[in-house]
């Protein structure tokens, strides 16, 4: 299990940094907004600037998955990235949700490897 585990963070860093690094770089061709109310939702995040946020957020948390340390931090600012990523597909473009569904059975795997560091947040 210990090797899955490793396996699973160097898997979601590299994603995570390589995301992350092309929000700044540009390096994957990005494809044209979907019609509709989740191409409107990319373009107002592109044109204020937020998905300048979200990448920095993104390299970060790859970051620190890549290197090993800190890895709880990474795994809670991951969480509220996949809630999102999710939350977008589900709502407003379905057909493009199987990374996320992959980005989040790897995060669940870390996530347990780790549960004895999360264990206080879930005391009364």
Same mark, same amino acid.
């Given at each position: 299990?210990?090797?899955? %585990? ?22 994957? *061709? ?17 044109? %204020? ?44 473009? *379905? ?23 999360? %264990?206080?947040?879930?005391? *009364?």
């Amino acid at each position: 299990m210990k090797i899955l %585990s490793i396996i699973a963070r160097l898997l979601l860093g590299l994603a995570f940094t390589l995301f992350g690094l092309n929000f700044f770089l540009h390096f994957i *061709p990005q494809p044209p907004p979907p019609p509709g109310l989740a191409g409107d939702y990319v373009k107002v995040f592109v044109a %204020s600037g937020y998905a300048n946020v979200i990448g920095a957020v993104q390299l970060v948390i790859g970051l620190l998955l890549l290197i090993g340390r800190f890895v709880p931090l990474a795994l809670t600012l991951l969480a509220a990235m996949i809630f999102n990523i999710l939350a977008f597909h589900i709502l407003m473009e *379905p057909a493009g949700i199987g990374p996320g569904i992959v980005v989040a059975l790897l995060w669940a795997l870390l996530v347990w490897q780790y549960r004895d560091r999360f %264990s206080g947040l879930l005391r *009364p």
